[in-house]
């Protein structure tokens, strides 16, 4: 059997590590250069439990339509660092999770975009350029649903 986990936070990732017979293989959650996650992210590593980032890129358009997310694709940073390695940015936010160990299961309708997302192995970051990248982290959820659906979660 394979368990996973799908939004879990720290706190239920370790609740179910305790207490469930089956350990999870994987917490699927959202994570980008502007919601990192570290503590949760090292939590499941260290644990075996694999970290998939199910919305890699911050989100991108949709989100900022759907919820008025701020793209991290626009941080000055990372168009940097785009620049300097000759990619896109997308390319170095994938990459970027690629070298933090996680697996990243970008979306995409476009053919072109497809295709960019797998040219990120011709290349890496640095540790100086991965340590800049965490230098940006605003705690920032882009993936909020209940604006979407109307409800407020905290009323």
């Not at 000055?76 to 997308?90: E, F, S």
């Not at 996680?102 to 797998?118: A, C, G, H, M, Q």
């Not at 192995?121 to 920032?140: G, H």
């Not at 649903?145 to 109307?150: D, E, L, M, R, Y």
Request: aromatic content about 12%; proline content about 4%; some cysteine.
């Amino acid at each position: 059997s394979i368990s996973i986990c799908s939004n879990y936070d720290i706190f239920l990732t370790r609740d179910c590590l305790a207490y469930a017979r089956v350990k999870p293989a994987v917490n699927q959650i959202e994570t980008h250069p502007y919601f990192q996650r570290d503590s949760l992210v090292k939590f499941c590593q260290k644990h075996g439990v694999c970290v998939t980032a199910h919305t890699p890129l911050g989100g991108a358009t949709a989100n900022t339509e759907w919820f008025g997310s701020v793209s991290c694709l626009d941080d000055p940073v990372l168009k940097g660092l785009a620049k300097k390695y000759n990619k896109t940015v997308a390319q170095i936010v994938l990459r970027w999770g690629i070298q933090r160990n996680t697996v990243i299961i970008p979306k995409s309708s476009k053919v072109e975009r497809l295709e960019e997302n797998f040219l990120v192995f011709d290349f890496e970051l640095t540790k100086e350029d991965m340590d800049f990248i965490r230098t940006i982290d605003r705690n920032y959820r882009t993936n909020q649903p209940a604006k979407f659906w109307g409800i407020d979660l905290y009323a």
